[in-house]
T-cell receptor, first 111, second 115 residues
Framework: SQKIEQNSEALNIQEGKTATLTCNYT??????LQWYRQDPGRGPVFLLL?????KEKRKERLKVTFDTTLKQSLFHITASQPADSATYLC??????????FGAGTRLFVKA | DTGVSQDPRHKITKRGQNVTFRCDPI?????LYWYRQTLGQGPEFLTY????????KSRLLSDRFSAERPKGSFSTLEIQRTEQGDSAMYLC?????????????FGPGTRLTVL
């Protein structure tokens, strides 16, 4: 069956370092992959989309890679700040505009 | 504020009661999604609409759940005969077909507690 896996353990890093989050998937051939940020008690907020024919996408301090052979996306936040502390969700198009979300990875950036 | 609103924000009900939630999407958005999210999990797809047509419904969803989008604008999600396992955050999101990123704009959610 289709499955998305994100690091279940929280990621703790020091301010100024690069945070790297992983999203692995199986039994999918998604046309694109998205990353969202979610703060406690709020709905997710869209960050980036990367398509199957793109290797890398950047937006300000964010960088996303997409390896369709490994079935993996990496999400990087460079020069991390305490305000980046949140849960980060990856999402795949599951066919027919249905979206499947991973469980998310909690990121804590310590000042 | 994303422009998507949901009402109520919180709902406490007793097991066996029916509840109805409302979502008002961004006005020009054609597609509307409903999700359920429990603690430590990502949003779980429930159903989605394109304009007023309900195009897909999760196979995990029991017959106690029904959703409508009668005029292609706001949507309602009804849960009949609620069970304690229905306790969750119910999220609505809307998408513009003209958007480049299929970006979903989420509402603040309705937190349901079934006692």
């Amino acid at each position: 069956s289709q499955k998305i896996e994100q690091n279940s353990e929280a990621l703790n890093i020091q301010e100024g370092k690069t945070a790297t989050l992983t999203c692995n998937y199986t039994n999918y051939s998604p046309a694109y992959l998205q990353w969202y940020r979610q703060d406690p008690g709020r709905g997710p907020v869209f960050l980036l989309l990367i398509r199957e024919n793109e290797k890398e996408k950047r937006k300000e301090r964010l960088k996303v890679t997409f390896d369709t052979t490994l079935k993996q996306s990496l999400f990087h936040i460079t020069a991390s700040q305490p305000a980046d502390s949140a849960t980060y969700l990856c999402a795949l198009e599951g066919g027919g505009f249905k979206t499947i979300f991973g469980a998310g990875t909690r990121l804590f950036v310590k000042a | 504020d994303t422009g998507v609103s949901q009402d109520p924000r919180h709902k406490i009900t007793k097991r066996g009661q029916n509840v109805t939630f409302r979502c008002d999407p961004i006005s020009e958005h054609n597609r509307l999604y409903w999700y359920r999210q429990t603690l430590g999990q990502g949003p779980e797809f429930l159903t989605y609409f394109q304009n007023e047509a309900q195009l897909e419904k999760s196979r995990l969803l029991s017959d106690r759940f029904s959703a409508e989008r009668p005029k292609g604008s706001f949507s309602t999600l009804e849960i009949q005969r609620t069970e304690q396992g229905d306790s969750a955050m119910y999220l609505c999101a809307s998408v513009s077909l003209a958007g480049l990123n299929n970006e979903q704009f989420f509402g603040p959610g309705t937190r349901l507690t079934v006692l």
